[in-house]
């Protein structure tokens, strides 16, 4: 876990402005089950106090200096391992619902949602097959498992969904039922964690019966979940692994691990096997493509697991506090070393979110760094693109305007790889001198250009939002400036993302395509927000070939895109830093806001075509 420290020697609330502005953090570093008392408690003699607990291990714990939470971020991010950086269609729209695995039908089903998309121009690069492509006659789910009745090619399954430009990932778990055709085998392999009293097999209740949790500090087990891994999903043609349910839940303490040949109770390491649970299903992936990067989900995360998966809020309701206070977890995970996250869409559980809901959590959605619409709905309802088709337009543009972005968007996330950078941040990592920011929770940043302001209450129409001091702030939708350091009024409708820029800024786009590969990606459009006083600011753009591990080997390309403004004249100069990869497009389309007139100057590397358009 880590902390941050509020800058003072006295318990941070809202109405408390820090008065040392020294930033720090704590990264406790113990796997044991822990507590954290933040300040709510208080004692009659001594007032309001902090504590962490630990249930066993050793309280062993780090100072991370800042001053700026920057630095923390960074130093931290530098102690736990840079995140990966995932292939480039993983910013796309990725497709999952637990109705289609679940369906008797399934195959069907899930060709159905491949011509949904089609039919409704819907983008899409991935999709999730959920815990039900491998249920049971008995409806049970087991993991490395076919269920061919409702499945019954799965490598026709396959192809279709690559045909449509498509990638897949599949649901694994790390508890085998005791019913499961591979238990036995497991058992006298000795691959399950045992029990503290009888040194058996330990039996957990897990989702549909009893069943045993793999242990993964046994080599014997690591070696058999690649295996499996291997020959019953990435040989059929899938993608990526989900590795989901793998907290942990075995409720015995002093359960027994082999601990790589030390053996040890399990409440020392818990954590340990989903972080195992996950390393074990990349090396799969990168020995079955070790030309391609890995891409993997896991549902439990420890500080490590951002070196090779990206992960999720788990089961959220459908509600509008939860679309509110999703935002908050998020940008917690940001400040922690694990900048590629997500949440579920529209909600996972619950009933289906009414038409205005589901728009306002993709509006909010395509600016997190994993964007998935999923659903277990209760009513019956699935979460897709189209279940609203009185909205489907504005569905439609919102996840056009995520894909047009992803230049920017990948930017961030190569920065995140090499630095730690957060892709999604709050204000106050930002403008950490900015006291208004330090208690911002809804409202943040994405890379460092863009600010969101997301509407999550229903039925709004004037929508307030504070714009930090230290900037002029462009209005995205019509190109108005404003001065930082005040609260502003602005009309919403549906179709509105309140959305505000850095005066001086540019944001890279790429032109509107159903898949990030479905066309040579031939042009960058660049829309400049030009300040309307003296300022220049520079906007990187890194660029690689999306998909190989080459970039590891230099072969990536940096553009600085410098923006001179003044009152009288503009001025865009792109020039190279680092020039390792050979960029697919050799044409800028200049996009400024209606109603510049300023003449703007260009100074373009040779061999580069640069268009305006206003």
Not at 104 to 110: F, G, I, T
Not at 538 to 565: A, P, R, W
């Amino acid at each position: 876990e880590i902390l941050f420290g509020d800058w003072s020697s006295d318990v941070c609330s809202s109405d408390l402005i820090p008065n040392l502005k020294i930033a720090y953090g704590l990264f406790y570093d113990n796997l044991s089950s822990a507590i954290f008392d933040m300040g709510l408690e208080k004692d009659n003699y001594y007032g309001q106090y902090r504590y962490y607990q630990a249930d066993a291990g050793d309280l062993d714990y780090y100072l991370i200096y800042g001053p700026e939470i920057i630095s923390v971020v960074e130093k931290f991010s530098k102690l736990i391992g840079r995140p990966a950086l995932p292939p480039r269609w993983s910013l796309g729209y990725l497709g999952s619902s637990m109705l289609y695995t679940d369906a008797e039908n399934a195959q069907q089903a899930l060709n159905e949602f491949i011509f949904k998309c089609e039919e409704n121009q819907i983008p899409c690069d991935m999709f999730h097959l959920s815990s039900g492509y491998g249920s049971g006659k008995d409806g049970k789910r087991y993991v490395f498992t076919w269920n061919n009745e409702k499945i019954p090619d799965p490598t026709k399954m396959v192809e279709r969904f690559h045909n449509a430009g498509i990638n897949l990932m599949a649901n694994i778990k790390p508890c085998l039922l005791e019913t499961h055709p591979l238990y036995e085998e497991a058992s006298k392999l000795g691959l399950f964690i045992r029990d503290s009293v009888d040194d058996k097999p330990r039996l957990d209740y897990f989702w549909d019966g009893y069943g045993s949790h793999l242990d993964f500090t046994n080599p014997t087990a690591y070696d058999w979940w690649q295996q499996n891994v291997k020959s019953f999903l990435l040989d059929y043609g899938i993608d990526g692994t989900w590795n989901d349910n793998n907290e942990y839940p075995v409720w015995d303490d002093e359960a027994k691990c082999n601990g790589f040949g030390r053996e040890l109770p399990l409440k020392y390491i818990r954590p340990l096997h989903p972080y195992l649970m996950v390393r074990s299903s990349l090396e799969a992936q990168l020995k079955h493509k070790p030309d391609e990067r890995p891409f993997l989900l896991s549902r439990s995360a420890s500080p490590g697991t951002q070196r090779y998966a990206q992960t999720w809020s788990g089961d959220n309701d459908t509600s509008w506090n939860t679309l509110q206070f999703n935002i908050p977890m998020g940008l917690g995970l940001s400040l922690s070393g694990f900048p590629n996250f997500g949440h579920d869409i529209g909600g996972f559980t619950g009933p289906g979110p009414s038409a205005e809901l589901f728009v306002r959590w993709v509006q909010n959605g395509i600016f997190h760094p994993r964007f998935t619409i999923h659903s277990w709905n209760n009513d019956g309802t699935v979460n897709t693109p189209w279940m609203h088709p009185e909205v489907i337009s504005i569905i439609r543009e919102t996840i056009n305007f995520r894909y047009r972005l992803i230049p920017y968007l990948y930017t961030q996330f190569f920065e995140a790889a090499r630095s730690g950078t957060p892709i999604m941040r709050p204000l106050v990592y930002q403008f950490p001198h900015d006291e208004k920011c330090i208690t911002e929770s809804f409202n943040f940043m994405v890379g460092p250009n863009l600010l969101v302001s997301s509407v999550v209450d229903p039925g709004e129409k004037i929508h307030r939002v504070y714009l930090p001091k230290g900037n002029r702030w462009v209005n995205f939708s019509n190109g108005s400036i404003e001065e930082g350091g005040q609260t502003i009024e602005i009309p919403v409708s549906l179709e509105n993302i309140p959305l505000f820029v850095i005066a001086g800024s540019i944001l890279p786009m790429k032109k509107k395509m159903r898949n990030v590969r479905e066309q040579p990606d031939d042009i960058r459009y660049l829309y400049l927000f030009p300040d309307s006083n003296e300022s220049h600011r520079t906007t990187l753009l890194v660029e690689d070939d999306g998909i190989s591990m080459n970039y590891k080997n230099g072969e990536f390309t940096e553009l600085f895109l410098t923006l001179h403004s003044s009152r009288h004249e503009l001025a865009l100069e792109i020039s190279f830093g680092h020039n390792g990869y050979k960029l697919p497009y050799d044409l800028f389309e200049i996009i400024l806001p209606s109603g510049e007139m300023r003449p703007l100057k260009i100074n373009a590397p040779e061999g580069f075509t640069v268009s305006i358009q206003k």
